[in-house]
């Protein structure tokens, strides 16, 4: 498998985060996911987190100069023999751009964008039965009807809990959300010919294979 700089796009419940992790491990690369970085900004009280802390705390969203700066800083630690993986961001045109703008100053370039793709329906099974490690943060899916019920990671052991935007009735509201705003990248990255379309209806190990397969 080459060392590439890839970008992770698709709906929520697609699985980006479950490949994300084998993809690090598989190619040794630096993995930026932007939940976990404003997450670190925001716990260590860096002048970056306590900049989104004013906006959050105002209700407002936080500027996507402030998130640039962060995924600029985040970059500075990538090797020159290895690659990123770029999970969460860009999630709109406008940050596509902006990613393209900070790429090309750093003497950058992306790869291939992975795009997850997954019917609707499947997507709402997911994110219901989906739960999150508070020590890893490893999705994992637990199907109660099937008696498949378990308070632990199965990589780890950490406490499971299911996150506010996992429960039902935010699921759809985020699904709207996607199609509206994130789904137009898709056509971004298209254009360019960087998007590479990844079916994943089927097991991890299935859809891992089908990555391997597209990086090759």
């Known amino acids: 498998m080459d060392t590439s700089n890839i970008i992770l796009v698709g709906p929520p419940g697609a699985g980006k985060g479950t490949q994300a992790i084998m993809l690090r491990e598989k190619l040794d690369a630096l993995y930026i996911s932007t939940g976990d970085l404003f997450r670190s900004h925001l716990s260590n009280e860096t002048d970056l987190g306590k900049e989104a802390q ?42 596509a751009d902006a990613l393209s703008e900070l790429l090309d100053r750093k003497d950058l370039s992306i790869d291939v964008v992975l795009f997850f793709n997954v019917p609707n329906d499947e997507l709402v099974r997911r994110l219901s039965t989906r739960y999150t490690c508070k020590v890893c943060q490893a999705p994992q899916n637990i ?58 209806v089927g097991s991890v190990e299935e859809v891992f294979t089908r990555v391997e397969g597209a990086l090759q």
């Open 54 to 95: 004013k906006y959050m705390s105002a209700g407002e969203l936080v500027p996507d100069a402030l998130t640039i700066n962060m995924l600029s800083q985040e970059l500075e630690k990538k090797s020159d023999d290895h690659g990123f993986i770029l999970d969460g961001f860009p999630r709109n045109v406008v940050q």
């Open 143 to 200: 199907n109660q009807s099937e008696g498949n019920v378990t308070s632990k990671c199965n990589l780890c052991e950490g406490e499971l809990y299911q996150r506010n935007d996992d429960a039902p009735e935010a699921i759809k509201r985020r699904l709207d959300v996607y199609d509206q705003e994130t789904k137009p990248i898709l056509n971004y990255y298209e254009e360019q010919n960087l998007l590479t379309e990844i079916n994943s």
